[in-house]
T-cell receptor, first 113, second 115 residues
Framework: KQEVTQIPAALSVPEGENLVLNCSFT??????LQWFRQDPGKGLTSLLL?????REQTSGRLNASLDKSSGRSTLYIAASQPGDSATYLC????????????FGRGTSLIVHP | EAQVTQNPRYLITVTGKKLTVTCSQN?????MSWYRQDPGLGLRQIYY???????DKGDVPEGYKVSRKEKRNFPLILESPSPNQTSLYFC??????????????FGQGTRLTVV
């Protein structure tokens, strides 16, 4: 059964720092991996989707990489801002007949001015 | 605007009183699903649907029912709610389930309290 782990669970940094959030998964047979942002009391907003054949995706200050063979993905946030404060979730869609995506428990990020 | 709409956003109910949380998407997506989110447990899938009239259990289906009579709607039904179903619920949709290049879209969530 696929397991997804996100490290660290929480992170508090000063504004301007470059950040790396980690996501690891146990089964490399995946369709894709998606990073979401969740603000308190709100829904999930998709940030980046990486297909299994891709190595990375970029959107603005965000860059997500995927190393399927080692079961890892990283979300890189450049020049962090207080508005980046949120919980970041990694979601893996696995092959093998199951259509149940597996969520990590998230990294709670606080960027203080 | 592409979106997934859940209603209600907040609901307080009593044990045993049947309720339905609605979910609608306007993207003609085939795949829809329901999740609950609890502190320390993360998001867990309750039920999913690959298409009209095709539904299947997720990781935590006990105490819930769903139906998919039309492509755009996927209501979550609690026939006899209990306090352990107090949670934050999310509906999601994507073009296909699990296939590549299928970005998932989430509703804004329904916070349910069962007393």
């Amino acid at each position: 059964k696929q397991e997804v782990t996100q490290i660290p669970a929480a992170l508090s940094v000063p504004e301007g720092e470059n950040l790396v959030l980690n996501c690891s998964f146990t089964d490399s047979a995946i369709y894709n991996l998606q990073w979401f942002r969740q603000d308190p009391g709100k829904g999930l907003t998709s940030l980046l989707l990486i297909q299994s054949s891709q190595r990375e995706q970029t959107s603005g200050r965000l860059n997500a990489s995927l190393d399927k063979s080692s079961g890892r993905s990283t979300l890189y946030i450049a020049a962090s801002q207080p508005g980046d404060s949120a919980t970041y979730l990694c979601v893996v869609n696995s092959r093998g007949g199951s259509y149940i995506p597996t969520f990590g428990r998230g990294t709670s990020l606080i960027v203080h001015p | 605007e592409a979106q997934v709409t859940q209603n209600p956003r907040y609901l307080i109910t009593v044990t045993g009183k049947k309720l339905t949380v609605t979910c609608s998407q306007n993207m003609n997506h085939e795949y829809m699903s329901w999740y609950r989110q609890d502190p320390g447990l993360g998001l867990r899938q309750i039920y999913y649907s690959m298409n009209v009239e095709v539904t299947d259990k997720g990781d935590v289906p006990e105490g819930y029912k769903v139906s998919r009579k039309e492509k755009r709607n996927f209501p979550l039904i609690l026939e006899s709610p209990s306090p352990n179903q107090t949670s934050l619920y999310f509906c999601a949709s994507s073009l296909f389930g699990g296939a590549a290049n299928t970005e998932a879209f989430f509703g804004q969530g329904t916070r349910l309290t069962v007393v």
